[in-house]
């Protein structure tokens, strides 16, 4: 148990290194580019070095469902938490700043093309072209647009982010492994594990880091939900193209769920603004979302 709480504390130092090294990135490379692919790329390393895992082992499913879990789980739980800290502490509601109709025009032209693979069934190395060609033109659009302001990145700012990202490396799946011992040793099913707890601690790190953000400023809220959705663009474009290389079925309830999931954070952050009711009701989808999937297993 002791160790457990000494996770949470590096756990919580991590997630304020990555919150102050991005504040300041934010100023020398603009928001999109600190909180959209930096700050997301690094969110997102914990996924990518376990969906490369997988496909190396040959094991399609858990790859699978590495590079697509965490979309559920942050583009409706995620988000929606991040609305309701910001709305406590800040007495207002959530607006986007800056640029952020990139990320949504990409996750939704990749929700398209991910909704007609999952009519085809298949993930192929065919399917995969056209989803790196789409993180190739976000990850282009974001770099071309970098230091909007003009200002130097500071070189603290880069220690703090490499500082708080390998922290963040290092005890994600350690926190992983001791929640999951926790849990079995108090009778907890398999099927609870899998589907509810183990996706929500996985993205744990990611999330706090956000909720960091959004805490320390009225800017860090925007800054949050921007990160999330680099994040997930990452997972969604790039690592989904990484496991068609090896053609895998789609059929099933998780890539339905992850483009419902798309769907709902996209709309939700359309009009620019995120508030308590819209938060309460997203956070609300993703146990809706879970109960279905509970249900739809045999």
């Known amino acids: 148990m002791w160790l457990l709480f000494l996770l949470i504390g590096l756990m919580a130092l991590s997630a304020e290194l990555l919150a102050r090294g991005v504040e300041k990135l934010n100023m020398g490379l603009g928001q999109g580019m600190a909180s959209g692919v930096v700050l997301g790329t690094l969110t997102s390393l914990p996924e990518t070095i376990v969906v490369i895992t997988a496909l190396l082992e040959d094991k399609g499913d858990v790859a699978l469902g590495s590079a ?124 609870y594990l899998a589907m509810i707890l183990t996706p929500v601690v996985a993205e744990l790190e990611e999330g706090v880091s956000a909720l960091r953000l959004a805490m320390r400023s009225r800017e860090g809220g925007s800054s949050a939900l921007l990160s999330y959705f680099g994040s997930k663009i990452q997972n969604i474009t790039f690592l989904l193209g990484l496991v068609g290389l090896i053609s895998i079925p789609v059929r099933g309830p998780y890539l339905l769920l992850t483009l419902i999931s798309n769907v709902l954070g996209t709309l939700v952050i359309l009009d620019g603004k995120l508030g308590k009711l819209e938060s309460f009701l997203l956070s609300l989808s993703y146990f809706l979302l879970i109960s279905f999937t509970v249900h739809y297993l045999p």
């Open 68 to 191: 697509i879990g965490g979309n559920i789980v942050i583009l409706t739980l995620g988000i929606g938490l991040v609305g309701l800290v910001y709305n406590f502490k800040w007495k207002d509601e959530l607006r986007m700043g800056g640029d952020y109709s990139h990320e949504l025009g990409v996750i939704s032209l990749s929700t398209l093309f991910l909704a007609v693979v999952y009519v085809y069934g298949r993930l192929t190395p065919l399917t995969s072209l056209p989803l790196f060609a789409l993180y190739g033109y976000y990850l282009l659009h974001r770099v071309r647009g970098r230091n909007e302001s003009g200002k130097r990145v500071s070189p603290v700012s880069v220690l703090e982010i490499l500082g708080g990202g390998i922290l963040m490396l290092i005890l994600s799946p350690l926190f992983v492994g001791q929640l999951e011992k926790l849990s079995l040793s108090l009778g907890t099913s398999d099927t």
